[in-house]
């Protein structure tokens, strides 16, 4: 009888367990309305954000020449920036691609992100740079460059009167564009 009620509470535990990731890793089955988007309050002083200016900023981190995982990601947040464009012309937000392979010179990255869109803004991290923001956003990040397998997440992030702050995390890819629009014209 102890065992049998042993060996229950253990099933329980592993669906409760299984349920609990289903929840994490598909948010659309808990949260249709923000799937996708996870909300993390940080205040952010990234050396590329010293000079910003816009009230809203879209970052991507990824690699030059990746396509597998950067190249749909970066034509979606292109089209979604387009969109932001669109919607508030005077209040434009920022759209920032952060290469993750250090050794890269910043023109290459600049190169790169412009082929999505002219409106692209670039970063080439050192590798000290690059190190304090995979602490700060714990960024999966390997040294493998293009070839690097690597999550598609966007982050948006928006002015405060202390610099800088972390809002939200999105973390699908294809995006989910009526959600992001709404959370750009939310803080423009």
């Given at each position: 009888m102890n065992?049998?009620?042993k060996t229950l509470a253990g099933i329980f535990l592993v669906i409760i367990g299984f349920g609990?990731?289903?929840?994490l890793a598909f948010p659309i089955l808990s949260d249709p309305?923000?799937?996708?988007?996870?909300e993390k309050r940080m205040d952010l002083n990234f050396p590329f954000l010293k000079e910003e200016?816009?009230?809203?900023v879209l970052v991507y981190f990824g690699y030059v020449g990746c396509t597998r995982v950067c190249s749909p990601a970066l034509n979606d947040l292109a089209e979604i920036y387009r969109e932001s464009l669109k919607?508030?012309?005077?209040?434009?937000?920022?759209?920032?691609?952060?290469n993750m392979t250090p050794q890269m010179d910043a023109h290459s990255v600049q190169s790169w992100a412009e082929h999505f869109d002219k409106g692209f803004k670039t970063y080439a991290p050192d590798k000290e740079e690059l190190q304090g923001m995979v602490e700060t956003l714990n960024l999966v990040y390997t040294q493998l460059g293009a070839e690097a397998?690597?999550?598609?997440?966007a982050y948006l992030i928006r002015k405060t009167e202390k610099g800088y702050e972390l809002v939200y995390i999105y973390t699908s890819s294809p995006y989910n564009r009526t959600l992001m629009l709404n959370d750009?014209?939310?803080?423009?």
């Open positions: 065992g049998t009620i609990l990731i289903a929840g309305d923000n799937a996708g988007r996870s200016k816009a009230e809203v919607q508030e012309p005077q209040h434009p937000p920022s759209l920032w691609f952060v397998e690597h999550m598609p997440y750009i014209g939310a803080f423009q």
